[in-house]
T-cell receptor, first 114, second 115 residues
Framework: DTGVSQNPRHKITKRGQNVTFRCDPI?????LYWYRQTLGQGPEFLTY????????KSRLLSDRFSAERPKGSFSTLEIQRTEQGDSAMYLC????????????FGPGTRLTVT | AQSVTQLGSHVSVSEGALVLLRCNYS??????LFWYVQYPNQGLQLLLK??????LVKGINGFEAEFKKSETSFHLTKPSAHMSDAAEYFC?????????????FGQGTELSVKP
């Protein structure tokens, strides 16, 4: 069990550029979650998958955001036409349904939009 | 809709003193309840959780929390603070009806420990 990994750990981009983040969950976990955390705030839910199906999306997730989990394993989160307000820590978590209800978090990807 | 309120964005205690971090939730049905800790520039680590059974739950690093349904509270305590406890603490809830599902977090409480 190597835990949840996220890449890259840091990303600096210019406003208007597209960025993509990757999350690799714990291997047997069927649920994968994305959260966004801004400075001094608790994480906010963005979206989650059960296997490859995207089951819920937050109203926070504008049309510029898209997430995929094509084979029910890793997931990508893409932000198109980035804005300065997108600067945040993007956290990924995974869990196994019916077991403990715990979510295990990755280290996060810190995005800075200049 | 579920919500979580953590009273006090900053709490400062002396080393060896009692730690008390407060969490109240709002939900039509008692949810699953969690406390997470976050150290600078790191992800979140689960301290403890309440899903069912005994309302006093013990977690890692000497922390414990008690679920009080009548008060809709899940306060986190530790009898004796250690310098290494300095971190950000988040209370969170998830929907019991969805086998958990998304977490709704409070705004966090930063714990400082003075020598």
């Amino acid at each position: 069990d190597t835990g949840v990994s996220q890449n890259p750990r840091h990303k600096i981009t210019k406003r208007g550029q597209n960025v993509t983040f990757r999350c690799d969950p714990i291997s047997e976990h069927n649920r994968l979650y994305w959260y966004r955390q801004t400075l001094g705030q608790g994480p906010e839910f963005l979206t989650y998958f059960q296997n490859e199906a995207q089951l819920e999306k937050s109203r926070l997730l504008s049309d510029r955001f898209s997430a995929e989990r094509p084979k029910g394993s890793f997931s990508t989160l893409e932000i198109q036409r980035t804005e300065q307000g997108d600067s945040a820590m993007y956290l990924c978590a995974s869990s196994l349904t019916g077991v403990n209800y715990e979510q295990y978090f990755g280290p996060g990807t810190r995005l800075t939009v200049t | 809709a579920q919500s979580v309120t953590q009273l006090g964005s900053h709490v400062s205690v002396s080393e060896g003193a009692l730690v008390l971090l407060r969490c109240n939730y709002s939900s039509s049905v008692p949810p699953y309840l969690f406390w997470y800790v976050q150290y600078p520039n790191q992800g979140l680590q689960l301290l403890l959780k309440y899903t069912t059974g005994a309302t006093l739950v013990k977690g890692i690093n000497g922390f414990e929390a008690e679920f009080k349904k009548s008060e809709t509270s899940f306060h986190l305590t530790k009898p004796s603070a250690h310098m290494s406890d300095a971190a950000e603490y988040f209370c969170a809830v998830s929907d019991r009806g969805n086998q958990g599902g998304k977490l709704i977090f409070g705004q966090g409480t930063e714990l400082s420990v003075k020598p």
